[in-house]
């Protein structure tokens, strides 16, 4: 994506089942964990540019010792700064402790993070400002460890309004009114409410405090908490958990919107965000990763029994396809095949653009999130070759024949970030100056006035970066034309789910769909839809309708797209410019098993989706620039 924009958080829960000793003698280090919880980060740092922390929970030392420890950062090398901060401590104490160097249970006493538990998590910040009161984990102290919690998640909740009201109701004064504070707050207090219940359970059956304490930590029922926690939960989430007596929990939203992936062998338990992490860190092949299943639970108890439970019915698994397009690390299997579908799915309607002149068309790609469905666009234009030199080839044509044999796809590397430029210039003056820099490009290869340019960009949400940048500079090369390809469809609707698209009136497709009203006289739509979806607001979310679906409806894709491309191309360049998309049906025919896309169609998967649809369509009538949730 050309555009920049912040995306989804990546978590990451392990769970030792081996004494260190075992970890000493296999892998030549106590420290096994912490250097998993490292790697696995370190290979979704894809997931978070905003900050990192880490946690965790050692499940056997006597009263009065630290056994739960955390670690946050919001610096620009989060991660390095945590885990130079872990080595420092561990190298500190063994240093001044020669003695114990060796010593196991002297070590697990003494070091932090050398412990059964762990948890780390990546924030990309769709909610709140990038300080360390953001950063999770967030944490929840008490005297009780079965009462202790800290939660890490990739989530975005669309009612938070309405929880916490809820918890308002149940005599909570709540910090802070984030989904984040709400979910800690809503898990906990159904987790000190099952503690209760367990203790005047146990306390009737004769028990002594200290009995009572063991008996809660070996049978608290964290699926019931989870699930009166999260039944009124209206978004997209995956929340992983950890209890201080040394249970943990990561649950996902019944309709899978947020991913979810799980390993486990005899040594340990680990759960993380994207598939490729588990393979790379353990060396295993995917058949051996499960993906959690939407409104489930893996529940991991202090007894190292391991489950995944159902927590809420599951709903229709309407997983983000927009995170398979752009976001996840395309070096997963699944996600490497379907960006190369949908380059494939979009030679026919380039080849028809160029009326199939590949001898003077130079095909490229900005940005490197691009690259595989730039390689699948390319095979089906060899494929195409192909079909037309056996065509030739029966024809008998040899000077025909001799041409096209000789020709293939041209392709070029034409644009290169400048990365160097990216936090350099910061005022407000400067900052389209600095976007006008951010691309270097390669002179040369395009002959002037003569060939077309064909570039693919993996999706253009703003198109901000291609007006005021990647547009004029390639107009410098000289082409006759610029085809600018999205293999993601048009992007019209806000994400409210984990992906910082919340503002309608930043969409282009959007700009474009009202530019086209006003073009045709039709801008009284904008005042008549305003109105019914303020009627709406104050209905329960189920009898919501997506109203900004109606902005569109006049319209054709190709009458959209013929817009974006006239508010995008800037008066000054040469080339004539087009703007192509993929189509939906080409989207779910490339990406079949994820089938959330109301990115694109508006289909939400959940009833909040409708609502803050509509409530970003009346802060773009009423001029607010704020969030619709």
Known sequence: MSDEIHEECGIVLIRLLKPF??????????????????????????????????????????????YMHRIRSVSQNALEEIFGKVQHRIDEIQKSNEEHKDDLDWLYQNVPFL???????????????????????????????????????????????????????????????????????????????????????????????????????????????????????????????????????????????????????????????????????????????????????????????????????????????????????????????????????????????????????????????????????????????????????????????????????????????????????TNDINRADKAAHVYDTTYGVIRPGKDTLVVLDDSIVRGTTLKQSILRILDRLGPKRIIVVSSAPQIRYPDCYGIDMAKLGDLIAFEAAVSLLKDSFKDNLLEEIYEKAKAQDELPMEKIENLVKEVYSPFTTEQISAKITELLRPKEIKADTEIIYQEVEGLHKAIPNHKGDWYFTGNYPTPGGNKVANRSFMNFMEGKNVRAY
């Open 21 to 66: 000793s075992y970890y000493q003698k296999k892998y030549g280090t106590p420290y096994y964990g912490i250097h998993k919880l490292y790697l696995l980060m370190e290979k979704q740092h894809n997931r978070g540019q905003d900050g990192a922390g880490v946690a965790d929970v050692k499940l056997s030392l006597p009263p009065g010792r630290p």
């Open 115 to 425: 412990s059964e538990l762990l948890m780390g998590h990546l924030r990309y910040g769709t909610y709140g400002k990038n300080n360390m009161e953001y950063c999770h984990p967030f944490e929840r102290h008490n005297n009780w460890r079965t009462k202790n919690l800290m939660i890490a998640g990739n989530f975005n909740l669309t009612n938070v309004n309405e929880l916490f009201d809820k918890l308002l109701e149940l005599g909570q004064h709540p910090k802070e009114k984030t989904d984040t504070i709400t979910i800690l707050e809503k898990i906990g207090h159904f987790l000190d409410k099952e503690n209760e219940r367990m203790f005047r359970k146990y306390k009737h059956e004769g028990n002594n405090n200290e009995q009572i304490s063991e008996l809660i930590a070996e049978n608290l029922n964290l699926k019931d908490v989870l699930f009166h926690a999260a039944k009124r939960f209206d978004g997209g989430y995956t929340i992983a958990g950890i209890l201080g007596h040394g249970d943990a929990f990561v649950l996902r939203d019944p309709n899978g919107i947020r991913p979810a992936f799980y390993y486990q062998d005899d040594e340990i338990v680990v759960a993380t965000s994207e598939r490729p992490a588990l393979q790379t860190a353990f060396n295993i092949p995917v058949e051996k990763i499960k993906e959690l299943k939407p409104g489930h639970a893996l529940i991991i108890k202090k007894n190292k029994t391991v489950s995944e439970v159902s927590v809420l019915p599951e709903k229709e698994k309407l997983s983000c396809s927009f995170e398979r397009i752009y976001f996840s690390r395309g070096n997963d299997t699944d996600i490497y095949k379907e960006r190369k579908m949908l380059g494939k799915l979009l030679a026919k309607p380039v080849l028809k653009t160029i009326d199939h002149d590949l001898e003077n068309t130079v095909f490229s790609f900005i940005p490197n999130t691009a690259e595989v469905a730039f390689l699948g666009m390319m095979e089906e234009m060899e494929h195409y070759l192909d079909t037309q030199k056996e065509k030739e080839l029966a024809s008998g044509n040899t000077a025909r024949l001799k041409k096209i044999l000789s020709l293939h796809p041209r392709i070029e590397k034409i644009a290169l970030k400048d990365t160097k430029l990216r936090t350099f210039i």
